[in-house]
């Protein structure tokens, strides 16, 4: 049942995007909580339209790294600047406590190896955007507790992902 055809895949996503958001402005349903709902209809828990493969993680990806640009383009530099301190305090402790804990659950909880721990507790510490829009759409985007989101939510993305590179790189040199 799942579609094979790469171009079908692609096409079908692109139907979703075009009239998902008509359709929601409708029933005035966010149009980022419509495409969440219309992609696990289609998705493998779904009616099983569409495989979860690299294509499809690809797609997700972009969309929120597509999200975190639009925040990026529409933060103010000079509130950024003036509450970067706080920024980072929020992003490590928003970091940190999810790393400790994580770690610690996968090591004495769940018994998996110190890698794994620290790999999975990353995942737990990482966070994203995805109620951006939202906010945008609300325009509530110039408040300055959104800006130390934003802020704290790119320290946070960039430690789990440097977290992720010291995994990969020291189970590489294992094997």
């Known amino acids: 049942m799942p579609l094979a055809n790469p171009v079908l895949k692609f096409l079908v996503i692109l139907v979703i995007i075009l009239f998902a958001p008509i359709l ?17 209809v289609i998705g493998p828990n779904g009616i099983n339209l569409m495989e979860r493969d690299s294509s499809i993680i ?12 639009l925040a990026g383009l529409e933060i ?23 790393m ?14 110190w890698p794994t721990s620290v790999l999975l507790a990353s995942m737990f510490a990482s966070h994203t955007l995805i109620a951006y829009p939202l906010i945008s759409k609300l325009g509530v985007a110039k408040n300055r507790a959104v800006n130390i989101t934003v802020g704290g939510t790119l320290i946070t993305d960039t430690l789990a992902l440097l977290v992720l590179a010291v995994i990969v790189g020291i189970d590489h040199r294992s094997c």
């Open 24 to 40: 929601l402005n409708k029933i005035k349903i966010p149009h980022l909580l419509g495409l969440i709902i219309a992609g696990a």
């Open 100 to 113: 400790v804990l994580g770690t610690l659950t996968g090591l004495y909880v769940l018994d998996f190896s």
């Open 58 to 69: 690809l797609s997700g990806t972009a969309g929120l790294l597509y999200i975190m640009f």
């Open 76 to 98: 103010d530099l000079a509130d950024f600047k003036k509450n970067s301190n706080k920024s980072l305090v929020f992003g490590l402790y928003t970091f940190i406590i999810p």
